[in-house]
Nanobody, 118 residues
Framework: QVQLVESGGGLVQAGGSLRLSCAGSGISFGSSSINSMGWYRRAPGKERDLVAVILRGGSTDYAESVKGRFTISRDKNTVYLQMNSLKPEDTGIYYC???????????WGQGTQVTVSS
């Protein structure tokens, strides 16, 4: 059974930092087995949107709103999201995602709540 387990969410004041972790299990996380690992955010009343992704070759991409503040990294089966200079608009449920080159093509974690108070 494939599992992506997020941790590290919580309540923080604006300007603070949090580090999210997502540990995967149940599939191979070798370099040729994963297309990408990333983080998505569902803000209150909004769609789930991409926050940051790290691709198979190690390149990364970020939403414009988090560039310069968030950093995504990966160590084998775990992907991290270092979030600095947090803003109230960063509030939401953060979901871990991994994409693979075979059905069902992607897996999701259960989400972790991040709340940034002003």
């Amino acid at each position: 059974q494939v599992q992506l387990v997020e941790s590290g969410g919580g309540l923080v004041q604006a300007g603070g930092s949090l580090r999210l972790s997502c540990a995967g299990s149940g599939i191979s996380f070798g370099s040729s087995s994963i297309n990408s690992m990333g983080w998505y955010r569902r803000a209150p009343g909004k769609e789930r949107d991409l926050v940051a992704v790290i691709l198979r070759g190690g390149s990364t991409d970020y939403a414009e709103s988090v560039k310069g503040r968030f950093t995504i990294s990966r160590d084998k089966n775990t992907v991290y999201l270092q979030m600095n200079s947090l803003k109230p608009e960063d509030t939401g449920i953060y979901y871990c995602n991994t994409r693979v080159p075979y059905a069902p093509r992607e897996y999701w974690g259960q989400g972790t709540q991040v709340t940034v108070s002003s």
